[in-house]
């Protein structure tokens, strides 16, 4: 249940900021690409999504607490379980301990190498936003299953004279809340599914179900929020 709580809460969460997820730059981008003016593009996403979100990371846990309770729901003896099994497993080992600094190791110098190449100007800013192929690589590895959708969806709701800014972000938003439809829905989707812990019946009844719900959150506190806004 835990889970799948932060599977789903991760949704929304993802929804909340610009930069949390791969597809929505992507979005904005081909909505600009289209006419659309987004002023300030961080914060005016961040304030069209903030009361849609805030609901559905408040509503989340409780719903799924009510469709998929937890089989245990009082666990007083987990502390004094986790404190005999780290007794069982003992010190932390000597190969445990060359792969936790070597992970540390590998993201550290990445970063930093990275860092240093920049301030030492042996790269410039220029040079990592000219690796196209690299870039294109990232960003259609995350958009790929949602942007089909969102172009089709834009094109039919300028058809129908939606609100240019208001039509772009809402179904730049809907691409955050089908992540947790299915197992390969998204890239945290297998992360949450690897485990074992929930069964593929429950993904997919759960995530349809929830889906849905999120749309309706979504519709009627959207709606009103946007109204307060003037996006329409």
């Not at 069982?88 to 990445?110: A, F, N, Y």
């Not at 190449?117 to 949602?146: I, R, S």
Request: aromatic share 10%; net charge negative; with cysteine.
């Amino acid at each position: 249940m835990l889970r799948l709580d932060l599977w789903q809460s991760n949704n929304c969460t993802s929804a909340f900021f610009l930069t949390a997820a791969a597809q929505t730059l992507l979005c904005v981008k081909l909505a600009e690409s289209l006419g659309v003016k987004i002023a300030d593009r961080w914060v005016t996403w961040l304030k069209i999504a903030s009361m849609p979100v805030l609901v559905s990371v408040l509503a989340t846990p409780a719903i799924l607490y009510k469709i998929y309770p937890p089989e245990i729901k009082s666990t007083p003896d987990a502390p004094a379980m986790a404190r005999q099994k780290l007794e069982q497993m003992g010190p932390i080992k000597r190969d445990e301990w060359i792969m936790i600094v070597t992970l540390v190791l590998t993201v550290s110098l990445w970063i930093t190498g990275l860092s240093v190449l920049l301030l030492t100007g042996v790269l410039e800013w220029e040079d990592c936003l000219n690796e196209t192929q690299a870039w294109d690589t990232v960003v259609w590895f995350g958009a790929l299953v949602g942007i089909d959708d969102c172009s089709w969806c834009h094109t039919v709701a300028l058809a129908a004279t939606v609100p240019s800014l208001l039509d772009a972000l809402s179904l730049a938003y809907n691409t955050n809340l089908f992540g947790a439809i299915t197992h390969y829905s998204s890239g945290q989707a297998a992360v949450y599914c690897g485990g074992g812990f929930v069964d593929l019946h429950h993904v997919f009844i759960l995530g349809i179900t929830m889906a849905l719900i999120q749309l309706v959150i979504w519709a009627l506190v959207g709606a009103a929020w946007w109204k307060i806004l003037g996006l329409y």
